[in-house]
């Protein structure tokens, strides 16, 4: 197992986000991080949805709204590095469950107010209201639903959530320091 996870911190190292621009510094590149653990995320638990719900439109819900959550991992992931002082005991740990954090709390707010550019049939968290006509009317229905939206999105997801963003902290980490 220890060598097999070497391996992978290996091909982190020489495949991963230092590759991509601003991948050297550690923030942009703990951003890049997150981001590809949300996306990892997205393409394990897209078809668990379908076979849950029975239903493939679930997976399409999910599929919509990775590039939202990617967007927001990676800039909450950045943010986190940057801020997060060095000295925190576990620091990829922490760093790496502040990122989820962050991102249910950024990435659920988006996902809600950009649910009118994906329509109402693809992506509807406004069901069984009539779509909101007036921005108080859309701000209203925005601040009534993110709490619950927010709660639904972390018990749907934190199963895998918070494993794979410990396991990309991690071996992020770990192929920054040449280990």
């Known amino acids: 197992m220890v060598a097999s996870l070497d391996r992978v911190v290996r091909l982190y190292g020489r495949y991963g986000p230092s590759r991509l621009p601003l991948g050297d510094r550690r923030?942009?590149?703990?951003g890049y991080s997150m981001a590809a653990g949300v996306l990892a995320g997205g393409i394990v638990f897209a078809p668990v949805s379908a076979l849950v719900s029975g239903t493939v439109g679930s997976?399409?819900?999910i599929l919509s709204a990775i590039p939202v959550y990617l967007a927001t991992g990676f800039a909450v992931g950045a943010l986190t590095w940057r801020?997060?002082?060095s000295s925190v005991p576990y620091y990829s740990a922490v760093?790496?469950?502040?990122t989820v954090a962050g991102n249910y709390l950024a990435g659920t707010a988006v996902w809600l107010l950009l649910a009118p550019v994906y329509g109402y049939e693809v992506l509807n968290p406004y069901v069984g209201a009539d779509p909101p006509t007036s921005l108080?009317?859309?701000l209203g229905a925005f601040f009534?639903?993110?709490?619950?939206t927010?709660?639904?999105v972390v018990v749907w997801t934190i199963w895998i959530a918070v494993p794979l963003s410990l396991v990309f902290s991690y071996v992020y980490?770990?192929?920054r320091s040449g280990s």
């Open 150 to 152: 927010v709660l639904t």
């Open 59 to 61: 997976a399409g819900v």
């Open 144 to 148: 009534e639903l993110y709490p619950l």
């Open 173 to 175: 980490e770990r192929s």
């Open 27 to 30: 923030d942009v590149g703990g």
């Open 83 to 85: 801020s997060l002082p």
């Open 95 to 98: 760093a790496a469950l502040v």
């Open 136 to 138: 108080t009317e859309f």
